[in-house]
């Protein structure tokens, strides 16, 4: 029986197997996590209570002593964090 992988054939050579685990392991296991992380930390604004800078008017004027629980969903889902 004769099993065929859909890779290209340096990759199934012996010699370069080493070299492209390395750097598949840097591409999945750094790289791209990396970017991700680089991308997030830079798209969010919080504040010291770690709520968005966005959602605080929002809070701030709709909460209040005369709350009806009922309304809580509708606060949430006008905010941009929970």
Not at 4 to 16: V, W
Not at 47 to 52: A, Q
Not at 54 to 69: G, K, T, V
């Amino acid at each position: 029986m004769k099993l065929a992988i859909g890779l290209p054939k340096f990759l199934l050579e012996s010699t370069n197997a080493v070299p492209a685990l390395v750097i598949s392991f840097i591409l999945i296991l750094v790289l791209i996590p990396g970017i991700f992380f680089y991308l997030y930390s830079n798209s969010t604004s919080k504040d010291d209570s770690k709520i968005l800078a966005d959602s605080i008017p929002i809070y701030q004027a709709l909460l209040n002593e005369n709350l009806i629980f009922m309304n809580l969903p509708k606060i949430l889902s006008l905010t941009t964090s929970f």
